[in-house]
Every structure is written in structure tokens, then in C-alpha cells.
């Protein structure tokens, strides 16, 4: 049995529990963050408690918990739960200020709740499925516009994936007016001769942790970097295509909507860019 993390107190899973008032709970009012864990240490931090920070503002919301005694949260919960490879995630939302109501009081003087708890995932790391890559379908992206803020409300997405695996592929990518947003839970990308191509950063897609890395590993690696929008049909004549998340690292695609990309297998650039970010990500864990 896991121990977690709720307002302030170490708990185990079966007795944690919020109120059924918690807007998390009846208006999806909260944000999000998943760190992920190697070797026992804690992958992107700085980044991820950032966009946390920044999301809580977007939404007018305060945080429960300073910086660096999250910090300490994260490794206790990586220590007690033994997590050697896996996962940490981290809810915040508004809280339980009153009954149901779509007006909520002013935020410095209502409580939030925060939850952390662990996933363990052997093998996180060596994970067999970017060998041979994934597939992907293309849905039409109907979401709220502000999906810069990583907030909890994931029913499309989820959705999203459903009808992937209803379609035999493995994840979907969302495209608006024509062009590919991300996908389900992570940022997208195409590789063109030696260009990776992806999307950049507005209100339309979530500024990805494992995104910023990416790109800056691959800069440093002399590769060439076009941020900006890109069709499906582009995607589909693409020499190779990945996404990038903190759960999957640096993930190959093979297949777009039932069309096989290059020769069907990974290509070059994504099985190096993954071997370059789990290197230099190990290095500076913490």
C-alpha cells in the first residue's frame, strides 16, 4: 500500500480522501504536474514546480506549499514508497471554500488541497515500445482554448486515447484549423532531412518540460529546430515523427491515420534524441 501525500500529512491510500465540496472534485478547478523518477531521483523538477507556479496564476489560485518544501514531498514520497523508476503526481485545486457554486470566494482566503502519490514503473526508462514506436490517429481538437495551463480537466484527451485504441493506434494527435495541436498528453513533432519541426508556443498547446529539454539538447546537438505549425498531410510525407512528455521521454512515430512513415520503423533522430535526454537528464537529477 502506497503512502501519500494530502494537505500537510503522509497518509496511507486507503484513508486519504477529500471532501465531496472540493471544486477539483465538481468544477475540474485544479492544475496539475507529474514528475518522473530514475535511479530513485527526481527528473526536471525546477521545471515542472515553474509551470506549476505559472498555471496556479493563470487561474487565480494560490499555492498550499512552498518550492523547496515540495522539493522535500517529492523525495520523501520517492524514499517511503521505494521508487526507484516511476512517477510522481501532483494535484492542486481550489479547495472545498463552501457549497457548489460557480463564483469562488477570493483565493487568499480559501484553503487549496494537495495530493501527491507515486507510481511505480519498472522499466520506465528501457521501455520496449520506442523500439519499434507508435501509432498515431488524428482527431479534430476541441478543447478549451487555454491549454498552456496543465490543468486536471482530461476528459477529451482521455477520450482522445479511447478512440485510438478503438482504431488500433496508440495515442491520437489533435489538429485545429488544419493543423496538429499535440497530442493526447504530449507535445508533437516531425522530422523533415535534418529539421525536427513542432509547433510553437501559444495558448493552443501545453509548454512541455520535457519539450523545452528536448530542443535544447538538440540545438546543442547541432540539429536544426523550426518551431511552427505543420499539417497532417505534411506529417504523413514526414521522414520520421516523436513526442516528447515526462512519461514517455522521447517517444518514435511510425504510423499517422493508417500511413507508415519512412520504412516503418524509427528513424535516427528520435532513438538519439532519447538516448541524449535520458543521459544528460540523469546526470542532472535530483
Not at 233 to 253: G, H, I, W
Amino acid at each position: 500500500m502506497r503512502t501519500v501525500y494530502l494537505n500537510g500529512e503522509y497518509l496511507p491510500e486507503n484513508e486519504a480522501s477529500v471532501s465531496i465540496f472540493d471544486r477539483g472534485f465538481l468544477m475540474a478547478d485544479g492544475v496539475y504536474e507529474v514528475t518522473s523518477v530514475l535511479g530513485g531521483k527526481l527528473i526536471d523538477f525546477d521545471g515542472h514546480a515553474v509551470r506549476l507556479q505559472r498555471s496556479l496564476d493563470e487561474l487565480d489560485m494560490r499555492s498550499p506549499i512552498s518550492k523547496e518544501d515540495l522539493l522535500e514531498v517529492h523525495r520523501e514520497l520517492v524514499r517511503v514508497n521505494e521508487i526507484d523508476e516511476g512517477m510522481i503526481y501532483l494535484q492542486i485545486t481550489r479547495g472545498a471554500p463552501g457549497d457548489r457554486d460557480f463564483v469562488f470566494p477570493d483565493p487568499e482566503t480559501t484553503t487549496p488541497t494537495i495530493v501527491l502519490f507515486t507510481q511505480s514503473k519498472p522499466g520506465l526508462a528501457d521501455n520496449p515500445a520506442a523500439l519499434k514506436g507508435m501509432k498515431v490517429i488524428s482527431i479534430e481538437d476541441i478543447r478549451w482554448g487555454r491549454r498552456d495551463i496543465k490543468t486536471v480537466q482530461l476528459l477529451y484527451p482521455s477520450m482522445g486515447k479511447m478512440m485510438a485504441k478503438k482504431a488500433g493506434a496508440d495515442d491520437a494527435w489533435m489538429t485545429e484549423d488544419g493543423f496538429v495541436t499535440e497530442g493526447t498528453s504530449n507535445n508533437a513533432y516531425i522530422v523533415k532531412g535534418n529539421r525536427i519541426i513542432t509547433r510553437g508556443l501559444s495558448n493552443d498547446i501545453l509548454h512541455g518540460i520535457t519539450r523545452a529539454a528536448v530542443l535544447r539538447f538538440a540545438q546543442e546537438a547541432q540539429m536544426e529546430v523550426e518551431e511552427r505549425n505543420f499539417t497532417i498531410e505534411e506529417a504523413k510525407d514526414a521522414d520520421e515523427a516523436f513526442v516528447t512528455s515526462a512519461s514517455t521521454f522521447v517517444m518514435p512515430v511510425v504510423e499517422i491515420d493508417g500511413v507508415s512513415l519512412g520504412e516503418g520503423v524509427p528513424g535516427r533522430v528520435a532513438p538519439r534524441l532519447r538516448e541524449i535526454y535520458l543521459e544528460e537528464s540523469r546526470k542532472a537529477a535530483i
